[in-house]
Nanobody
């Protein structure tokens, strides 16, 4: 059973930093793509950052220059370093990944259950 588990959320003051982690477990061959999303109350889920196994990254405009996505392939763990946090960054943050279970199979889409980030102004 493949699982993604986020951690590292919490309460932080505006201007502060948090580092989110996303640990993948189970029988995994590789993880071609990892992503971070967030969803604030009343809003749609928003794609924030993408990182491929080749190292290509993309960022949404609201977080560009403040957030950094990274991964440790050996640990099957992804990270989202969040700096200069603002009150509007308050949301539940979700990890998402395309995960290949075998060398011959196609990747499947997996989601974590989310971690709450609250930024106080």
């Amino acid at each position: 059973q493949v699982q993604l588990v986020e951690s590292g959320g919490g309460l932080v003051q505006a201007g502060g930093s948090l580092r989110l982690s996303c640990a993948a477990s189970g029988s995994i061959f590789n993880i071609p793509v990892m992503r971070w999303y967030r969803q604030a109350p009343g809003n749609q889920r928003e794609l924030l950052a993408t990182l491929t196994s080749g190292g290509d990254t993309t960022y949404a405009d609201p977080v560009k220059g403040r957030f950094t996505i990274s991964r440790d392939n050996a640990k099957k763990t992804g990270y989202l370093q969040m700096n200069s946090l603002k009150s509007e960054d308050t949301a539940v943050y979700y990890c998402n990944a395309d995960i290949r279970l075998t060398s011959w199979g196609r990747p499947y889409d997996y989601w974590g259950h989310g971690t709450q980030v609250t930024v106080s102004s």
